[in-house]
């Protein structure tokens, strides 16, 4: 069943474009930008609220699949449909996530602003300073600071290494 499910697939990636990697950044900017969205505006803005975040999330599903559909059928469309299934993935990516950003924050307004209890540390604006830089705090900055110096070394040796 799986192998079956698996070979539906072929198709559709010969048509979106001969290349693995361009078709997986293809399909991921049809669904990526609505989840940016909500998150960034979610963490930066205190009156975001569920009724914006989801009427985004699925203005963003349907433009996205509609994209992904009109561009396995691009060959028969013409006019704004032909334009819309042609744009290139990327620009479609910025387009999207200007609109779920949009329709995220004309959405929020039509309901109340979710309580100062509910934001608690969500946002950046509700995030409470630590009380101390003592004790078990700072030994944790310590190895995340170590952590993030390994990562940075492993990847830049890594970079050196392939290029």
């Not at 950044?25 to 989801?54: D, E, H, K, M």
């Not at 509700?126 to 492993?154: F, N, Q």
Request: proline share 4%; hydrophobic share 55%; net charge positive.
């Amino acid at each position: 069943m799986l192998v079956g499910l698996g070979l539906l697939w072929i198709p559709i990636i010969r048509v979106l474009s001969g290349q693995l990697f361009v078709y997986i950044q293809s399909v991921q900017a049809y669904i990526s930008p609505p989840i940016a969205a909500v998150f960034l505006i979610g963490i930066l803005w205190r009156r975001v609220n569920a009724r914006g975040a989801l009427a985004s999330l699925g203005v963003g599903f349907l433009l996205g699949i509609a994209r992904l559909v009109l561009e396995l059928g691009k060959d028969g469309l013409s006019g704004w449909m032909y334009w819309y299934a042609d744009i290139n993935f990327l620009h479609f990516a910025c387009f999207l996530f200007l609109i779920c950003t949009a329709v995220l924050v004309g959405v929020s307004f039509t309901a109340p602003p979710p309580s100062d209890r509910q934001l608690a540390g969500l946002t950046f604006a509700t995030v409470e300073p630590e009380a101390s830089a003592t004790g078990s705090h700072a030994l944790w900055r310590r190895k995340d600071l170590w952590a993030s110096l390994a990562l940075v070394l492993i990847v830049t040796v890594i970079w050196v290494y392939f290029s």
